[in-house]
């Protein structure tokens, strides 16, 4: 074998070596393709075939057979031209060659029809164990969107029910379930609050929210390795002008043992954002991506990398931040891969408790002064997780359940909103009381002798030859209940009617036990009733056997009559 053809034995196996990377074949076991409604097999450009309504009878059970179509629309693709309605409770059910994970994508377009206005359609979607979609609805008759699950199936068969709500309808264009490899979700992921482990993520079901090819452009199903969307990163980012897209060779991406195409293709790994003007002599900044997401929930945040930027090795080290807290702190691709243009993938996991209406990623430098400043990302994926009652949509799932992280905030909010509403109502009652305050509370030099009451049980007296001396030079005053003070000359003030009060208050007291004691027993004869020099009253009964009513003390908690008649009395024993 001459030196040439050794050259081309080299080549050819670095060829098929790099195709081998590029494309690598994956044939699902279960491939389910149905074009809801249609009257014929949809071939699409790509390859695959949509079987029609009729071939997709046996998976059928409903008690309607409406379907309807369009000639053209400005859709991607022809399986959006028809579709199913359902005006009751239907359901398609599917054979499992195998349990395991399952891609499950519904397309919906809600086309102009003379008999049902599909843009006014409320429904749900549902399988035996999780909610798709809950109270799901289309306003814009030209909007196609397209619904994208992950789904460990864990039985032979899977069922898929679509529920239209009271006086509505549902519908579907198309319907693809599909077999994803057991190796695209591994159990356990790195947790971002609180910081640590996470497992069980094969246990849960998700939605595919976003898939970015960072720096490049958009990657068709037929270009990836499973058939996946991946649109640019532009619109995410919070300012363009803090980055910068590169791109090199697809052909260049060397896969490692243990990660496979099948998680993402070359040509993701191959463009990537990085930071602009990163030599700067101050290069304080972060490159930020802004996503919309819902609180309740919370995302699987995976993050694809590949250092296409790099010289040599051990140069670039960066930090990666998710909702502003360090998700990797001084990442070194080249110390995890032992080389360059080699992929990675970190999988983090943001609970909904670390979450508001936003997710925010970003890629930032390492402070420090060795090597090359700089920070990339080549991908992102977000996948919405579903809740603790097995949701993808609403707090509820298919048993009723209802989320208890959802449960958990409501109740947080409702003895919130009892506490606001019970300050509220405090000062309400403060502000009422001050409107209707007396016209001296001036004279009477305090705020709490009319707002609030006092009570001579919880009151102390105390003396003092300091600050609190009155006018007349007596030292002496009391401190009660709320630290009202009542000097000796306020006390002699109030004696001129305090004792004509005090007879006024026993003898309305009086009347009103008399008159309780005729309602209990009308039969009674009052024998007699006089008053007493300590103000108690007895009444006597004609019937023997009966006792006597308690001895009334009228006490006037508001008015502060009582204490001033025991405070006088203690000033003057002094």
């Known amino acids: 074998m001459t030196a040439t053809h050794l050259l081309q034995l080299i080549l050819a196996i670095s060829l098929l070596h790099q195709l081998t990377n590029a494309s690598v074949l994956y044939t699902p076991e279960d491939n389910y393709l149905i074009d809801c409604g249609s009257s014929a097999t949809s071939n699409l450009h790509n390859g695959r075939a949509f079987k029609s309504d009729q071939q997709s009878i046996p998976y059928l059970s409903t008690k309607s057979e409406i379907k309807i179509s369009i000639p053209s629309a400005n859709v991607p693709s022809p399986i959006y031209l028809s579709a199913r309605v359902f005006v009751d409770d239907s359901k398609y059910v599917f054979q499992m060659s195998r349990p395991g994970w399952h891609w499950i994508r519904l397309h919906f377009f809600p086309m102009n029809n003379p008999e049902f206005d599909l843009t006014k359609s409320v429904f749900s979607v549902e399988t035996d164990d999780v909610v798709l979609l809950h109270s799901f609805s289309i306003s814009n008759n030209t909007q196609w969107i397209r619904k994208e699950y992950l789904l460990n199936v864990t039985t032979e068969r899977l069922s898929m029910k679509f529920l239209p709500m009271h006086n509505s309808a549902a519908f579907i264009n198309a319907i693809e379930i599909i077999s994803a490899p057991d190796i695209l979700i591994s159990d356990v992921g790195s947790s971002l609050f609180p910081i640590g482990d996470f497992s069980g993520l094969s246990t849960r079901s998700y939605q595919t929210v976003y898939r970015l090819n960072m720096g490049g452009v958009t990657i068709t199903p037929e270009n ?46 191959a463009t990537a954002t990085v930071m602009a003007n990163a030599q700067v002599t101050n290069p304080n900044f972060n490159v930020t991506w802004n996503f919309e997401v819902e609180p309740s929930f919370g995302y699987l945040v995976r993050l694809h990398f590949c250092d296409i930027v790099s010289k040599s090795i051990n140069d670039l080290y960066f930090n990666v931040y998710i909702n502003q807290k360090m998700a990797i702190s001084g990442l070194d691709l080249s110390s995890i891969t032992s080389d360059l243009a080699v992929p990675y993938y970190k999988d983090i996991v943001a609970n909904a408790s670390a979450l ?64 606001m509403f019970g300050a509220f109502v405090g000062l309400g009652a403060m502000v009422i009381k001050w409107h209707k305050r007396p016209q001296d509370w001036e004279r009477r030099n305090s705020f709490s002798s009319w707002l609030l009451p006092l009570h001579a049980g919880n009151s102390t007296f105390v003396t003092t030859t300091g600050s609190h001396k009155n006018g007349f030079g007596n030292p002496y005053s009391s401190s009660m209940g709320f630290g009202r003070y009542f000097s000796f000359a306020e006390l002699q003030l109030q004696e001129a009617s305090l004792q004509g009060k005090i007879e006024e208050e026993n003898r309305a007291a009086s009347a009103s036990a008399a008159a309780a004691a005729a309602a209990i027993a009308p039969a009674a ?50």
């Open 356 to 419: 508001a209406d936003k997710l925010t990623v970003q890629i930032g430098p390492l402070n420090q002064n060795s090597g090359t400043v700089n920070a990339i990302l080549n991908g992102l994926e977000v996948l919405k997780m579903s809740n603790s009652v097995g949701s993808l949509d609403g707090e509820f799932g298919v048993d009723g359940s209802q989320d208890a992280m959802t449960l958990n905030r409501g109740t947080v909010a409702a003895v919130g909103f009892a506490m």
């Open 525 to 574: 004869v009052v024998a007699g009733a006089n008053a007493n020099e300590d103000n108690h009253r007895t009444l006597s009964f004609g019937h023997e056997g009966v006792s006597p009513p308690i001895p009334i003390h009228p006490i006037d908690d508001h008015s502060g009559t009582a204490m001033f008649a025991k405070q006088l009395t203690e000033i003057r024993g002094r």
């Open 224 to 269: 990836d390795t499973l058939g996946r969307d991946w649109e640019p990163d532009l619109p995410f980012l919070k300012s363009t002008k803090v980055a910068k897209a590169v791109s090199v060779s697809p052909s260049i991406i060397t896969y490692p043992d243990g990660l496979s195409p099948l998680i993402a293709p070359n040509s993701l790994y």
